[in-house]
């Protein structure tokens, strides 16, 4: 299915770490819907299909456990931590969020009202405020650096938009994953193949494009 898996083994310490990325980041986002994918990130671990968002944090926090996912503008980053004796769970949770989420409306409404928190912030700092004038001025319109969410735009979206962005942009051939820390290699790659292989992608990944920036 085009996912990439790097292992790496060290077994100084019974933990497991795991990064990767995705390319799905917010210069993907339109210039209506600036934010959109920042909101898909952020609401990814808030309910799938068979779990919601306490049911995940449960599993997760009671074995001291982490997941997180993280967008910047050319991709989302995936964050996690585990004991090696729980690594089969943490696979199986994170691998159940990049193809089940389902993105509930409650959820998304309270990500929503912090976003809005949070843009007021950043446009009551004058340093915030510069620079997203100057990415605007310095970045033509259709750059991945140009869209900037406004209040207007973050109202705008919908759950249906999120999904909609998540259909399109999480896909396994343009994830990365990396595991590091004390495992066996082979059952691990075994693990993510049982996990991870029934997730497939349709057509061709979208690509971000990079408009000339005048001089």
């Known amino acids: 299915n085009g996912l990439k898996v790097l292992l790496l083994k060290d077994s100084s310490s019974p933990s497991i770490t795991l990064v ?4 799905a980041g917010t210069g993907f986002d339109s210039e209506e819907k600036a934010g959109l994918g920042d909101l898909t990130a952020q609401n990814l671990i ?9 049911a995940i944090a449960k599993t997760l ?29 943490a696979i199986e949770q994170l691998a159940d969020v990049l193809q ?3 993105f509930p409306d409650s959820e998304f409404e309270l990500s929503r009202k912090r976003n809005l928190v949070a843009l007021k ?20 319109t259709g750059h991945p650096f140009h869209a900037m969410r406004t209040e207007t735009t973050l109202n705008s979206l919908t759950r249906e938009d999120l999904s909609s962005f998540y259909q399109t942009h999480y896909r396994p051939d343009t994830t990365t994953l990396t595991v590091f820390g004390d495992f066996d ?18 057509g061709n990944a979208l690509q971000l494009q990079y408009p000339e920036v005048p001089n």
Do not use: C, H, M, Y
Request: aromatic share 4%.
């Open 121 to 140: 912030a950043e446009l009551d700092s004058p340093g915030s405020l510069a620079r997203r004038e100057f990415q605007k001025k310095l970045f033509p």
């Open 185 to 202: 290699p082979a059952a691990v790659k075994a693990l993510i193949a049982k996990e991870l292989s029934g997730w497939q992608a349709k």
């Open 46 to 54: 808030n309910g799938t299909k068979t779990k919601d968002a306490l």
């Open 20 to 23: 990767g990325e995705i390319k």
């Open 100 to 102: 089940n989420a389902t």
């Open 61 to 89: 926090e009671s074995r001291g456990a982490t997941l997180g996912f993280s967008a910047s503008r050319e991709r989302v980053g995936v964050s996690g931590t585990a004991l090696s004796k729980d690594l089969p769970v």
